[in-house]
């Protein structure tokens, strides 16, 4: 068996599960839940948070092991309220994913994009 697992926010893992997902990733093994046999798993894991883990495993709320095992790569990306200037952009992009996909527009594109672009209200909302 393999694959990616996404687990979303990592840092709500209380420790019990935080020991388990570490042993899954080290023995590389896994045991179904009603069977006895553990089976080989050749998993990519990637995690996501809004916390900070590092401060976390200071605290003693996230294992330190797990958090090294984990820290292969981080990206960081600022929440959408500190780059307002990207909606529009990351609009299109979406609308146009959607349009590929079979979605319908109900309006004309030059309306869509005056449409999206954003608004001091927004920006003022979203600060």
Known sequence: MGGTLFLDEIGE???NLQAKL???MQERRVVPVGDAV???V???VICATHRNLAEMVEAGTFRQD???RLQVFTLVLPPLRDRVDDLPQLSEFFLERL???GWRYPQAPERRKRRIAPEPQLARQCA
């Open 66 to 68: 797990l958090f090294f």
């Open 99 to 101: 349009g590929r996909a």
């Open 22 to 24: 570490l042993r899954v």
């Open 42 to 44: 050749d998993i990519r």
């Open 38 to 40: 553990p089976r080989v």
């Open 13 to 15: 893992l209380n420790l």
